[in-house]
């Protein structure tokens, strides 16, 4: 078996408009392929290339059936997320929107004879452990403030089993579970920003002391999304994965380590710093093996954390020079 061709083929990025869904398409550009994306927000659509979009409503069947109509291959971007407050509060926000789309998208997808369907789960579905996890480990013991969450990923993943191998014609369905992603076009708003987006914004704006939510010492694996998005263009193309796959950087790093790279960066390193221990924070743990995707494909990623973070820094002091982030939502 050979690696997918894109040349000549219709390829949909639903959520297009979104961060990975804009990163995904600016990589595609200049592969040949006829690229098409779905929007439904406000927000402008920030891809480059040659896109055809489609305004499509992907809560409803109607507007997933339009989606995928005509379509080789789907790359499944569209989600509705969110910070840790929001999810602190309104767990629930995740799940009803979420498993609808992901269950229209899928059937919708299938019905109109998409020939592979890529998946963006979560390494939320992992249970709180110390060491690396790999894509076997994946159960229904999750981190109890992601168990919302957690579930809606996991029985979606549950869902793209059943259209690859559980019905008698099967679809192609390649499922994917991120590192901690970070880069251009993240979400930065104060509601919706995740721990380096929201520490990015406050350190380039000056906060001092620059407020943290929790004690700083928590682990986790942060990708940079040009990064993520090779690997998954990697993986989506590789006749040698099967069943779920990683991708991340394989490397721990403590959010205090984090926030001290982005005070240098900023021009801020004598800045203080306030943890407060009593705002939400997340999974303490997560390590993530990428032992199977380098091993399938070759493979990992190119851009270490500093290279990352300067780069992501420089592109929101642009993009935000003259408005805030709430401005361009």
């Known amino acids: 078996m ?27 550009t200049g592969t040949g392929a006829n690229l098409f994306g779905t929007i439904h927000s406000k927000r402008s659509f920030q891809a ?3 896109v055809t979009l489609r305004e499509c409503d992907l809560s409803t069947p109607a507007g997933c059936d339009e989606a995928t109509k005509d ?10 997320s ?5 999810m602190e509060k309104t767990p629930l926000v995740h799940l009803t929107p979420n498993l609808l789309m992901n269950a229209q998208m899928l059937e919708a997808a299938y019905a109109n004879g998409v020939s592979k369907f890529c998946f963006i789960s979560s390494n939320t579905v992992y249970p709180p452990v110390e060491h690396p996890v790999l894509e076997d480990e994946a159960s229904y013991d999750f981190f109890e403030k992601y168990y919302i969450v957690g579930w809606m990923k996991r029985f979606s993943e549950i869902m793209c089993e059943m259209y690859s191998d559980k019905i008698q014609k099967p679809m192609n369905v390649l499922v994917v579970r991120p590192g901690n992603l970070y880069g251009p076009f993240d979400k930065f708003t104060k509601s ?19 407020e943290v939510w929790g004690d700083g010492h928590d682990i986790k694996d942060f ?5 993520f998005v090779e690997g998954m263009i990697a ?9 779920p796959v990683n991708i991340a950087s394989g490397v721990e790093v403590t959010i205090r380590e984090v926030i001290k790279i982005i005070l240098k960066i900023t021009k801020n390193k004598d800045g203080k710093v306030l943890f407060d221990a009593s705002m939400p924070s997340m999974i303490p743990v997560r390590r993530i093996s990428i032992s199977k ?7 990992e990623p190119s851009t270490d954390l500093q290279s990352g973070l300067e780069k992501t820094i420089n592109w929101y002091k642009s993009y935000y020079e003259r408005q805030s982030p709430e401005d361009k939502t």
Do not use: H
């Not at 050979?2 to 595609?28: H, M, Y």
């Not at 969110?82 to 929001?86: C, D, E, I, N, T």
């Not at 380098?294 to 493979?299: A, D, Q, R």
């Open 82 to 86: 969110s910070g840790a407050g929001v």
């Open 192 to 210: 919706e920003s995740k721990v380096i987006a929201s520490l990015i914004r406050k350190a380039v704006e000056g906060q001092n002391p620059l």
């Open 48 to 50: 480059l290339g040659e």
């Open 293 to 299: 995707i380098k091993t399938s494909t070759g493979w």
């Open 2 to 28: 050979t690696s997918l061709c894109f040349k000549n083929k219709n390829i949909l990025v639903a959520g297009a408009n979104g961060f990975v869904g804009i990163n995904l398409l600016n990589k595609l």
């Open 223 to 227: 990708l940079y999304v040009d990064d």
């Open 235 to 243: 993986a989506f193309r590789s006749p040698n994965i099967t069943g």
């Open 71 to 80: 379509m080789d291959y789907v790359f499944m971007c569209a989600a509705k």
